[in-house]
């Protein structure tokens, strides 16, 4: 079965950066593309960033410039380089398939704050 384990939240003030992992198993994973979610409360969850099999990516705007996805196929991880975060940036991060979701893991919190 799929498993996402994503890893690498935590608390950040304005400005600060954070790195996000996510670990993928069960799947084939250079066969699909990835993407980054995210949800805040009380709102829905969001797709940020998403990477495909041939390295074409896609940004939301909220984020374009500041966030950077990468993939490493042989360890079968995703990433999330955040960079200038602000306190909109406040949400549990996910990984997913975007052509084929598997049932969500856990996510990492990232909390932007003073």
């Known amino acids: 079965q799929v498993q996402l384990v994503e890893s690498g939240g935590g608390l950040v003030q304005p400005g600060g950066s954070l790195r996000l992992s996510c670990a993928v198993s069960g799947i084939i994973f250079s066969a699909y593309s990835m993407g980054w979610y995210r949800q805040a409360p009380g709102k829905q969850r969001e797709l940020v960033a998403r990477i495909s099999t041939d390295g074409n990516i896609l940004y939301a705007d909220s984020v374009k410039g500041r966030f950077t996805i990468s993939r490493d196929n042989a360890a079968k991880t995703v990433y999330l380089e955040m960079h200038s975060l602000k306190p909109e940036d406040t949400a549990v991060y996910y990984c997913?398939?975007?052509?084929?979701?598997?049932?969500w893991g856990q996510g990492t919190q990232v909390t932007v704050s003073s």
């Open positions: 997913n398939r975007p052509s084929a979701m598997s049932a």
